[in-house]
DNA sequence: CGGGTTTGACCGGCGC
DNA sequence: GCGCCGGTCAAACCCG
């Protein structure tokens, strides 16, 4: 994607970390080609990880660019006036191309990523997930060994890349309906910024996609949602708003 | 009562 | 080695 335009490294008194992001043309293309491997302010290095102005899928445009969304991500809105151009796709395509980032691109630019991203929307994590599993010690122990032993990635080795991708929104509302459902697990003040960075984590009992959600202190009114790995289910919400549709396509097409 | 949120503590990675 | 910081855990709490 030659039009994608390079952003991001002259972020100096951000509280975000200084990715190098790519501003996708309005509308995204379904298929956005990952960034390079990005390298946050604090050195730490991630996977591929962009920042759309927009969640894919979405229509519902902000004259500047922006999601313009008081309460509701565009994601559910925005796919039936996809549809005519996307009739020929089934569902579970339709789906992931339009909610399950990062694309089969990913396979050939960044494999190392890719392949984590099967990993990861595979099989659980079961590094983090089964943390509170470890039993037995006392109750100070078993906090320790639970958050320290096998809780984390084990040893001394890099917590994996996992495929990232980030996106603003113009909302009052942090919490934007995505048509997931989210628990959220911790909430930290960032440095430089009067807001706080917001954790969440998916509900599903396979799925292990996680977001971080926190406004931009440049411009407080700018949500910045960074999802980190693949969903490996449907959106629930997205089917049911969608099952209309489908009949209606597939009645449609008997003629 | 079950599921979600809050919040203080803890850990690992990194820079100095 | 030490301190800072981001990310995570889990007990306590809240709410429908």
Known sequence: MENLQLQGDDHDDEALPHFP??????PPPLAVAPAASATTSDGHQHGPLEVLEQPPCSNN??????????DQLAATTAVPMMLP??????????LQTCLQVPPPVLEQ????????ADQYSGENDHGDLQAAESSGAGNKEKQVMAKGGAGRPSGTKKKASRPRFAFQTRSDNDILDDGYRWRKYGQKA????KHPRSYYRCTHHTCNVKKQVQRLA???SIVVTT???VHNHPCEKLMEALTPILKQLQFLSQF
């Open 190 to 193: 960032v440095k430089n910024s």
């Open 109 to 116: 630019q960044q494999p190392a990523a890719a392949a984590q």
């Open 21 to 26: 992001y790519f501003v996708v043309p309005s």
């Open 227 to 229: 999802y980190e790995g």
């Open 85 to 94: 151009a996307m009739t020929s796709l089934d569902w579970q395509s339709l």
């Open 218 to 220: 440049k411009d407080t």
């Open 61 to 70: 445009l902000h004259p500047d660019g922006l999601v313009d969304g008081p």
